[in-house]
């Protein structure tokens, strides 16, 4: 029986996580940019909301 | 529940003060704060510098959710960042009422992605190893997406409501 292979660490990495969530803030700044409706701009202003939120959390990771 | 406190109490000052003195004072103190995360600065932050102990989720019936509740609101737990006091103060001061839940969302999903992480990593703990080595780069990035998310959000909201 072959093991089990190993799981790609980086996608676990904190560096990673970070990365994401920069990459999410920019796609919802770019998606407010260029949005012609009100309802897409409304949903990138939830998305930026969120990514402030999870970067102040993941912030705090060193607390636990 | 937090926010939902935060959102409520913000209502006032954000009904009653011109939204510019507002952005000012967020402002002033995104600044400082990005200062502090960047190195530059290096002040305390308001903390209730505690752990709270494991045997709470076994004192009660509700134990679990006390000890969620107790780390999860900060009323018992070490806070080595001062973004979420920014967050906090961006409800009170600057985010419409329902964005605010927004914020809390992502911040519980950044608060939980810690622990899924590091049990993925290994069973060994050695993630906080990793933490610990790459923080110097990643709390700068995190601190400079909050404050950009942060501002960008204020662009798109210009009445403050």
Do not use: K
Not at chain 1, 40 to 46: D, E, G, R
Not at chain 2, 39 to 62: K, S
Not at chain 2, 106 to 127: H, T
């Amino acid at each position: 029986m072959r093991p089990a292979p190993p799981r790609p660490r980086w996608l676990l990495h904190p560096l990673t996580a970070a990365l994401a969530l920069v990459l999410l803030g920019a796609f919802a700044t770019a998606t407010a940019v260029a949005a012609q409706r009100a309802l897409a701009v409304a949903a990138a202003a939830l998305l930026l909301a969120g990514v402030a939120g999870a970067a102040a959390g993941f912030a705090n990771s060193g607390s636990t | 529940m937090v926010a939902f406190v935060a959102a409520v109490l913000g209502a006032l000052p954000q009904s009653l003060v011109p939204a510019p003195v507002l952005w000012s004072l967020f402002g002033a103190a995104a600044l400082i704060v990005l200062a502090r995360e960047l190195g530059l600065a290096r002040f305390p932050v308001p903390e209730n510098a505690r752990l709270v102990p494991e045997d709470v989720q076994h004192r009660a019936h509700w134990g679990a959710l006390q000890f969620g509740f107790e780390m999860g609101t900060g009323m018992r737990t070490y806070s080595p960042s001062a973004l979420p006091h920014l967050a906090l103060l961006a409800i009170v001061l600057v985010v419409p009422f329902p964005v605010a839940f927004a914020v809390a969302g992502g911040f519980a999903a950044g608060r939980l992605a810690m622990p899924l992480l590091s049990n993925a990593w290994s069973d060994d703990g050695s993630w906080t190893v990793v933490w610990g080595r790459t923080e110097p780069l990643v709390r700068p990035l995190l601190a400079l997406t909050c404050v950009g998310a942060l501002a960008a959000l204020l662009l798109l909201t210009p009445t403050g409501a």
